[in-house]
Nanobody, 120 residues
Framework: VQLQASGGGLVQAGDSLRLSCAASGRSFNMYTMGWFRQAPGKEREVVAV????????YYADSVKGRFTISRDNAKNTVYLQMNSLKLEDTAVYYCATTQYYTVKPNYDYWGQGTLVTVSS
């Protein structure tokens, strides 16, 4: 499985941004997908997770109510809609996939990351 994240950029606080993660390879529609982020000097943390059919989702408290994870299995793509962005959302965002539903970062496959920078 290969993952290609895109959509990052420089935005102002309060703006919105949508990240995409295109997957190639087999069985995408049977895998859990997650978005993680890592800010400078900090550990990688989970942002949002979605189960294989979209029936279950998880959000970190810091993004709950502002971010929405979704997936389109027909397009082998998972999205992260980010609204009301804050300075503290600045980080490199990674998409990842694993066979089982988990919010821990021990995923099997990782994308290359896309940088989101929120300015004041």
């Amino acid at each position: 499985v290969q993952l290609q994240a895109s959509g990052g950029g420089l935005v102002q606080a309060g703006d919105s941004l949508r990240l995409s993660c295109a997957a190639s390879g087999r069985s995408f529609n049977m895998y859990t997908m997650g978005w993680f982020r890592q800010a400078p000097g900090k550990e990688r943390e989970v942002v949002a997770v979605i189960s294989w059919n979209g029936g279950s989702t998880y959000y970190a408290d810091s993004v709950k109510g502002r971010f929405t994870i979704s997936r389109d299995n027909a397009k082998n793509t998972v999205y992260l809609q980010m609204n009301s962005l804050k300075l503290e959302d600045t980080a490199v965002y990674y998409c990842a996939t694993t066979q089982y539903y988990t919010v821990k970062p021990n995923y099997d496959y990782w994308g290359q990351g896309t940088l989101v920078t929120v300015s004041s």
